[in-house]
Structures are given as structure tokens and as C-alpha cells.
């Protein structure tokens, strides 16, 4: 049973640190995927093909790609609470930037900087979670945290609908509207972490002595106990197979988390309503994902059981990407999309929480880096497939049904990676012997 003291800190760190992680996270979400919603009239303002927009829309993973490792490792030696501020406030200024696109080489160029400035933000929260939090309580928040991305397509679609409907208004398009309103929240915020944001347990003034001796102890054990089996070099933290190896299985869960983000308003508008009409429709699935999300991640703290929550959730989101594909009706793809959403969201806190199993300090910062800058092309190969494939075929179908078999080599990708966990565990104590 935990302890009266255990249970007020985790509770007070709780309450202090997720609502607001997770607001930046809202935030940051809605800049990255709003081009889903400024395709419903830009993309015929711009003359933009399909290519052309899935292109666009995914090098925003390129950028992320290059500073993601470098840019957690700086955080990791700065402190949240510096690195988290700067990433807001240039991401702000560069999506509000959006509304100024011309055609398809500034498109390009802001999309790309967009990635460079928002990279290092996710993994760099996942970190953080990690000078905060036991391993044992980590899938639970990491999913609160996450709960953010279904949340924000949930309440930001009608928000991104509404605001197209501003055309007009000083001579401005609707999508222009859309990108310099929605920026501003990130810059404000940026700021506001500055003064909110607590780099480790050591610095907590909101925490009484007592609990703020319990949690560093607790966090420095964790992290001793781990000093035996745990690798901590930078180069090893790069270069791990398992790092590797869920890097890709991340990889299958972003091209399905993008395609939905950046091309699902305009598989719903194919069925021809309205803006407003799209963004109600796409926040359905979401919201039923967000509860599915936090009750499956409960679920993997209870049981310990990582690997197969994650596979599970893989192959029903690609289950849910073939639906999509056959589906005829607003209804039956709404059904489907609710598959993908719940399977896509699902999958990722108990995959979030393998990485640390077997890497710690400076590796777990440039491992985790390495996760997620890797697994995030699949946010670049996803949605530029998709348009490339809609441009050569006039249909989403074939787009859907690549990213369905990404997802499936995610599920299988996961079995080899604990298989080979389990494998290393049993023989470690026998090397160290």
C-alpha cells in the first residue's frame, strides 16, 4: 500500500504539472495539424495539387527530424523550463507566419521551420515526466499528457471550422484568419512557463520538505536501482537496437496519427458539407478517443503489461484505416475513423513507457530523442503518401491501406522488441554475477 506522504506528493505534482503539460501540448498540436482545416479553401486559393499539400504538410517532420536529438539534449543541460519557453515562442511566431504563404516554396520553407522550432518540445516533456514521476505511475500520465493530441483534434476542429468562416473579414482568407489566432495561445504560453515551470524536484518550492525529500529519494533510487541494467551513454542511448527497433514501431502510430491530423477533414468534406459541418464531425472521433487512451493506459500500469496493449491498439487502428477505405457513407467513416483515433492513441503511452525499461540519464534523453525525431517521419511519409497516392489514383484508398500495413509492422515490431528485452534482462544478472 502506498504510504499517506506518497500519495499527498504524487497527488500534488499531479494536479501542478499535467494540466499544464498538457495545455502545451493542446497548443502545440493544434499549430501542427490546423493545415488540415486550412486545406478546405487554401489549397484552392493556392492552386495547391494534393501532392503538392501532402508534401508541404509533411516535411514539418523533416525539420523535427534534424533538431529533435540535439535539441534534448540541450534541454536535458539548460532545464526545462528555459528550452520549453524558447521552443513556444518560436513556434508561435513561425504558425502565425503561415498565414502569409504565397505558394508552394514558402509553404515548404515555413513547414520545415515550424518542425525545427517545435522539435525537442514532446520528447522533452517525456523526459521531464521522468525526473517527476515513478516508472510505475509513468504510463498513467504520459497518457494524461497525451490525452492532449484526440483532445485538441477533438475541441480544435469546430474552433478551426468556425474561424474559416471569417473570409473576408479585413481582406483576409478564413485560413489566413485561422493560422494567426490559433498561433498566438503559443507565444503567450511560452512566456507563462517561464514562471510556472520547475526543472526538477530539487528546486519544488510548492513542495513541503518533507515531500520534496520523499520524491528526490525516491527518483534517485529509481535511478540507482536501474545503474546496474540501464544503459546511460549518449552513443549507446543512439545506437541501442530496442531504440531502434521502437523508433520504427513509432514510426507505423505517426504516419496513422498525421494522416488522420492533416487528411481526415477532407475525407469527411468528399461527402460535401460544410466547414463548420467537418469540424464537428471530426471532433467525434477524438473525443471517444481520449477516454479509450486513459482507460487502456490505466490498465497497462495495473497489469505491468506493455507490449501487448501496444499491439493490440496498432493492428485496430489499421483494422480501422482499411474500414475507412471501403466505407460509402459520412456514417460508416466516421465509425471507421473512430477505430483509427482510439487505436492510434491508445497505443502510445504504454509504447512511451518501454523505452525507459532499459535506458536512463543521458541516454534515456538522447534515446527517447532518437524515438521520437525517427518515428516522426512516418508523420512526413504518411500524409505525403496519401497525397501523392490520391493525385495518382483520384482516391484516399491506396494512401490508407499503406499506412494500415505500416501499422501492422508497428504490432510486430513491438512482439520483436520485448522478445528481445525479456532475452537481455535474463542474461544481465548472470553477466554482472
Given at each position: 500500500m502506498a504510504?499517506?506522504?506518497?500519495?499527498?506528493?504524487?497527488?500534488?505534482?499531479?494536479?501542478?504539472?499535467?494540466?499544464f503539460i498538457m495545455l502545451l501540448y493542446f497548443i502545440a498540436f493544434i499549430d501542427r495539424v490546423n493545415i488540415g482545416f486550412a486545406s478546405l479553401t487554401m489549397n484552392k486559393d493556392l492552386g495547391f495539387s494534393p501532392?503538392?499539400?501532402?508534401?508541404?504538410?509533411?516535411?514539418?517532420?523533416?525539420?523535427?527530424?534534424?533538431?529533435?536529438?540535439?535539441?534534448?539534449?540541450?534541454?536535458?543541460?539548460v532545464g526545462a523550463r528555459i528550452w520549453i519557453a524558447r521552443v513556444m515562442i518560436t513556434w508561435?511566431?513561425?504558425?502565425?507566419?503561415?498565414?502569409?504563404?504565397?505558394?508552394?516554396?514558402?509553404?515548404?520553407?515555413?513547414?520545415?521551420?515550424?518542425?525545427?522550432?517545435?522539435?525537442?518540445?514532446?520528447?522533452?516533456?517525456?523526459?521531464?515526466?521522468?525526473?517527476?514521476?515513478?516508472?510505475?505511475k509513468r504510463a498513467a500520465v504520459t497518457a494524461l499528457f497525451m490525452a492532449a493530441a484526440p483532445l485538441s483534434t477533438a475541441l480544435g476542429s469546430p474552433i478551426s471550422g468556425a474561424l474559416l468562416e471569417?473570409?473576408?473579414?479585413?481582406?483576409?482568407?478564413?485560413?489566413q484568419w485561422m493560422f494567426l489566432i490559433e498561433a498566438v495561445p503559443?507565444?503567450?504560453?511560452?512566456?507563462?512557463?517561464?514562471?510556472?515551470?520547475?526543472?526538477?524536484?530539487?528546486?519544488?518550492?510548492?513542495?513541503?520538505?518533507?515531500?520534496?525529500?520523499?520524491?528526490?529519494?525516491?527518483?534517485?533510487?529509481?535511478?540507482?536501482?536501474?545503474?546496474?541494467?540501464?544503459?546511460?551513454?549518449?552513443?549507446?542511448?543512439?545506437?541501442?537496437?530496442?531504440?531502434?527497433?521502437?523508433?520504427?514501431?513509432?514510426?507505423?502510430?505517426?504516419?496513422?496519427?498525421?494522416?488522420?491530423?492533416?487528411?481526415?477533414?477532407?475525407?469527411?468534406?468528399e461527402f460535401g458539407l460544410t466547414s463548420l459541418q467537418v469540424g464537428f464531425l471530426n471532433a467525434i472521433p477524438a473525443t471517444l478517443a481520449v477516454v479509450a487512451m486513459v482507460l487502456?493506459?490505466?490498465?497497462?500500469?495495473?497489469?505491468?503489461?506493455?507490449?501487448?496493449?501496444?499491439?493490440?491498439?496498432?493492428?485496430l487502428a489499421s483494422l480501422g484505416l482499411v474500414y475507412a477505405g471501403i466505407a460509402g457513407s459520412v456514417v460508416t467513416v466516421l465509425i471507421a475513423l473512430t477505430l483509427v483515433n482510439i487505436g492510434i492513441s491508445s497505443s502510445k503511452p504504454p509504447l512511451w513507457s518501454m523505452p525507459t525499461m532499459f535506458l536512463s540519464g543521458s541516454a534515456a534523453a538522447a534515446g527517447i530523442a532518437t524515438i521520437n525525431s525517427i518515428g516522426n517521419l512516418g508523420g512526413?511519409?504518411?500524409?505525403?503518401?496519401?497525397?501523392?497516392?490520391?493525385?495518382?489514383?483520384?482516391?484516399?484508398?491506396?494512401?490508407?491501406?499503406?499506412?494500415?500495413?505500416?501499422?501492422?509492422?508497428?504490432?510486430?515490431?513491438?512482439?520483436?522488441?520485448?522478445?528481445?528485452?525479456?532475452?537481455?534482462?535474463?542474461?544481465?544478472p548472470v553477466a554482472q554475477h
Open positions: 504510504s499517506e506522504l506518497e500519495t499527498r506528493v504524487l497527488r500534488k505534482i499531479t494536479y501542478r504539472i499535467v494540466p501532392a503538392v499539400f501532402g508534401f508541404g504538410a509533411g516535411i514539418f517532420f523533416l525539420g523535427y527530424f534534424l533538431f529533435e536529438v540535439p535539441s534534448n539534449l540541450i534541454l536535458e543541460k508561435g511566431i513561425i504558425s502565425g507566419g503561415m498565414a502569409f504563404v504565397q505558394g508552394s516554396t514558402s509553404f515548404y520553407t515555413l513547414r520545415f521551420l515550424l518542425g525545427a522550432a517545435e522539435a525537442g518540445f514532446f520528447p522533452g516533456i517525456i523526459l521531464y515526466l521522468s525526473y517527476w514521476f515513478p516508472a510505475r471569417m473570409h473576408g473579414i479585413l481582406g483576409l482568407a478564413g485560413w503559443a507565444v503567450i504560453l511560452g512566456v507563462v512557463v517561464l514562471f510556472y515551470m520547475t526543472d526538477r524536484p530539487e528546486k519544488a518550492k510548492w513542495l513541503a520538505d518533507d515531500e520534496r525529500a520523499w520524491l528526490v529519494n525516491e527518483m534517485n533510487a529509481e535511478r540507482a536501482a536501474k545503474s546496474g541494467t540501464a544503459s546511460h551513454s549518449i552513443w549507446r542511448g543512439l545506437a541501442d537496437p530496442k531504440v531502434l527497433a521502437l523508433a520504427l514501431v513509432y514510426f507505423g502510430t505517426s504516419a496513422g496519427l498525421y494522416t488522420l491530423g492533416i487528411w481526415a477533414p477532407q475525407i469527411i468534406k487502456w493506459a490505466r490498465h497497462s500500469d495495473r497489469t505491468g503489461e506493455r507490449k501487448w496493449h501496444v499491439v493490440a491498439a496498432c493492428l512526413f511519409v504518411g500524409p505525403a503518401m496519401i497525397g501523392w497516392i490520391k493525385e495518382q489514383t483520384g482516391s484516399f484508398n491506396g494512401g490508407l491501406y499503406f499506412v494500415a500495413g505500416l501499422l501492422v509492422l508497428s504490432a510486430v515490431l513491438t512482439l520483436l522488441v520485448a522478445r528481445s528485452h525479456r532475452r537481455s534482462a535474463a542474461i544481465q
